[in-house]
């Protein structure tokens, strides 16, 4: 089957526009189909799934099970796990620093707009938090768009 789609490189930017638009309703279209029957596949086996993992002793995790007719399911539920952080700080400090860091993950950032304040008001500590800053710049994103 032939691909009917124009050479891009040969398209005027106002076409090229055109085809961008399309293309771009084209992918929400199909994105909200997939969607709906997403929802659709969810509703009707969610619960077998939830059974299939607790057949099995888990209550998250990754299952297959058959459903008939040369068809299976596979479905994973997730699990989020949250802590408490002022709660693990005070047992954190309880302990040698060592014996913390093998068990605790410490990640200490700074926000930029308070970042911004203490490089205006203090450049000294601005010049200490410089020795701990890095900045990673993006690739472009370049988005066409009519003008007016």
Same mark, same amino acid.
């Given at each position: 089957?032939?691909?009917?789609?124009?050479?891009?490189?040969?398209?005027?930017?106002?076409?090229?526009?055109?085809?961008?638009?399309?293309?771009?309703?084209?992918?929400?279209?199909?994105?909200?189909?997939?969607?709906?029957?997403?929802? &659709?596949?969810?509703e009707r086996f969610a619960? *077998? $799934?939830?059974? #299939? @993992? !607790? %057949? /099995?002793?888990?209550?998250?995790? =990754?299952?297959?099970?058959?459903?008939?007719?040369?068809?299976?399911?596979?479905?994973?539920?997730?699990?989020?796990?949250?802590?408490?952080?002022?709660?693990?700080?005070?047992?954190?400090?309880?302990?040698?620093?060592?014996?913390?860091?093998?068990?605790?993950?410490?990640?200490?950032?700074?926000? &930029?707009k308070i970042y911004?304040?203490?490089? *205006? $008001?203090?450049? #000294? @500590? !601005? %010049? /200490?938090?410089?020795?701990?800053? =890095?900045?990673?710049?993006?690739?472009?994103?370049?988005?066409?768009?009519?003008?007016?």
């Open positions: 089957m032939p691909d009917s789609r124009p050479d891009l490189k040969t398209l005027a930017v106002p076409a090229l526009f055109e085809v961008q638009a399309a293309a771009a309703g084209d992918v929400e279209d199909a994105k909200r189909w997939l969607i709906t029957i997403n929802d &659709e596949i969810n619960q *077998a $799934a939830i059974d #299939a @993992l !607790a %057949a /099995v002793g888990k209550e998250s995790g =990754t299952v297959t099970s058959s459903i008939g007719n040369g068809f299976a399911i596979e479905a994973k539920v997730d699990k989020k796990v949250e802590w408490d952080s002022e709660a693990l700080l005070k047992t954190a400090t309880a302990m040698p620093f060592d014996r913390a860091q093998q068990i605790f993950k410490f990640a200490v950032s700074v926000p &930029e911004a304040g203490v490089k *205006a $008001a203090d450049p #000294a @500590l !601005a %010049a /200490v938090l410089d020795a701990a800053r =890095t900045t990673k710049v993006s690739a472009p994103k370049v988005t066409l768009k009519r003008e007016g």
